[in-house]
């Protein structure tokens, strides 16, 4: 019985205007297809901009690791080793 009551209702609205309710779900895109977008918005874009952004973080933490490793080996150095290498520069220099 409701298929019928919907087919009928179908029939008879054929010829009305659709009201905001029957709008289509499909976005309507007005701009042209040549258009370029600055930014990608493809899923596969998206997972680019992750990498590079991930990979950025990654190569500042190991920049960090290295300064810190440099930092510590030269910290360990006492006055006196100090002093003894610049001796061994100068001579060699000269």
Known sequence: MTGL????R???SGTELPRNSHTSPVRVCSTAA???????TTLSGMRL???LGI???VGVAATGVVVARAER???A?????IKAKLRE???AVS
Do not use: D, H, Q
Request: hydrophobic residues 45%; charged residues 35%.
């Open 89 to 91: 520069r100068a001579k």
């Open 49 to 51: 901009w992750k990498v």
């Open 34 to 40: 040549s258009r370029v977008m600055a930014m990608p």
């Open 73 to 75: 080996k030269r910290r």
């Open 10 to 12: 179908i029939a008879r």
């Open 55 to 57: 990979a950025g973080l």
């Open 5 to 8: 009551l919907v087919a009928r």
């Open 77 to 81: 150095y006492t006055p006196e080793e």
